[in-house]
Every structure is written in structure tokens, then in C-alpha cells.
């Protein structure tokens, strides 16, 4: 399971909301072995007024959280961070430099996901890559 949070300004944001979704999926995809049907991407589209960050970052600025199940090794984390800054640079424009990604981890008996606990769900993919 990966739950993915995609902040930025409103006006740089909300034009490419698509694309954003269509990337970030396919490096989930490639770099975790995750089911191409498993999308859950939120984007947050904040005014100037509230997102505030350092000088050496333009308009484009994006932060990318993606919470997650422990389990993936550090090579399958590491390439998915790899993926997102190539494939977003190259198919969305947004220079590594304005682009923060983050990854949460938390144990399955952390997460709730269709009335039961996750750590007793029957899942159709492998968390351990």
C-alpha cells in the first residue's frame, strides 16, 4: 500500500495534476512492482500565502510524501527517488531542484484498509522488493 501527498502553489499545480499522477504511478509502479490498479494519489494546492520556502526554489516547487508499508529495501526506495527525480524532470519540467520527495514507512498493523487491520489483509502484491 502507498499512499501518495502532492503539495505545491495552486496556480503551477493544478495544470498538471494529471501528468504529476501519471508519472508518479509509474515510478511507483517500476521501482516497488506495484499493481498498475493501485493509485492513490492527494493533491494540495496551496496559495503563495501558504506555502512558504527558501529563495533558491521557483514557483515550481513540489514536495512529494508518499506513506507506505514497511518492508521495501533501501535499493527499492532509493530507485524510486531516482525515478521520480528523472521521469519529473524529463516528462513534467520540474527541475530536481524544486522537487522534495519523502517516504514514510509504518508497519501493517498501522494502517485500517477495508475493515480490517493490514497486517490481516490478503494483499495482491509483494511489499517486500
Same mark, same amino acid.
Given at each position: 500500500m502507498a499512499q501518495i501527498k502532492i503539495y505545491g502553489l495552486h496556480e503551477k499545480l493544478s495544470p498538471i495534476k494529471s501528468q504529476l499522477s501519471e508519472v508518479i504511478? #509509474?515510478?511507483?509502479?517500476?521501482? %516497488?512492482? !506495484?499493481?498498475? &490498479?493501485?493509485?492513490?494519489?492527494?493533491?494540495? #494546492?496551496?496559495?503563495?500565502?501558504? %506555502?512558504? !520556502?527558501?529563495? &533558491?526554489?521557483?514557483?515550481?516547487?513540489t514536495i512529494i510524501e508518499v506513506s507506505m508499508f514497511e518492508g521495501r529495501s533501501v535499493e527499492a526506495k532509493k530507485q524510486l527517488i531516482r525515478l521520480l527525480f528523472q521521469r519529473i524532470e524529463e516528462l513534467v519540467g520540474i527541475s530536481p531542484n524544486d522537487l522534495e520527495i519523502t517516504l514514510f514507512e509504518t508497519p501493517k498493523h498501522n494502517w485500517g484498509i477495508r475493515g480490517l487491520p493490514a497486517d490481516e489483509l490478503q494483499l495482491n502484491y509483494k511489499v517486500n522488493v
Open positions: 504511478h #509509474s515510478c511507483i509502479v517500476d521501482a %516497488f512492482q !506495484f499493481p498498475a &490498479d493501485k493509485r492513490f494519489h492527494r493533491f494540495i #494546492s496551496l496559495q503563495k500565502e501558504d %506555502f512558504i !520556502f527558501g529563495g &533558491d526554489r521557483s514557483d515550481a516547487y
